[in-house]
């Protein structure tokens, strides 16, 4: 059973800075793609970022510049450095690993952005 746990959410004002953390339970090798998606109150699930196991990014205009994908392979761990941080970035960020049987998601955090 695959589980992911993210991390580092919480109440920042415009302008500043997170970083959000996904662990995997197990070895990350075996997803092809991690992403970290979101979700505003009353609006649908976006993509934010993804990597691949090859390590090659991919970002959603919106957060072009500002926020940074990474991993980690030693630690199962995908990270998500956000900075300047405006108020529409509020959301609840989710992990994302995709092998190729099964999509898996973490639990959420929440990322409030005060202006």
């Known amino acids: 059973q695959v589980q992911l746990v993210e991390s580092g959410g919480g109440l920042v004002q415009a302008g500043g800075s997170l970083r959000l953390s996904c662990a995997a339970s197990?070895?990350?090798?075996?997803?092809?793609?991690m992403a970290w998606y979101r979700q505003a109150p009353g609006k649908q699930r976006e993509l934010v970022a993804d990597?691949?196991?090859?390590?090659?990014?991919n970002y959603a205009e919106f957060v072009k510049g500002r926020f940074t994908i990474s991993r980690d392979n030693a630690k199962n761990t995908v990270y998500l450095q956000l900075d300047s941080l405006k108020p529409e970035d509020t959301a609840v960020y989710y992990c994302?690993?995709?092998?190729?049987?099964?999509?898996?998601w973490g639990q959420g955090t929440q990322v409030t952005i005060s202006s």
């Open positions: 994302n690993a995709l092998s190729d049987v099964k999509n898996y």
């Open positions: 197990g070895s990350i090798f075996r997803f092809n793609t």
């Open positions: 990597i691949t196991v090859g390590g090659s990014t």
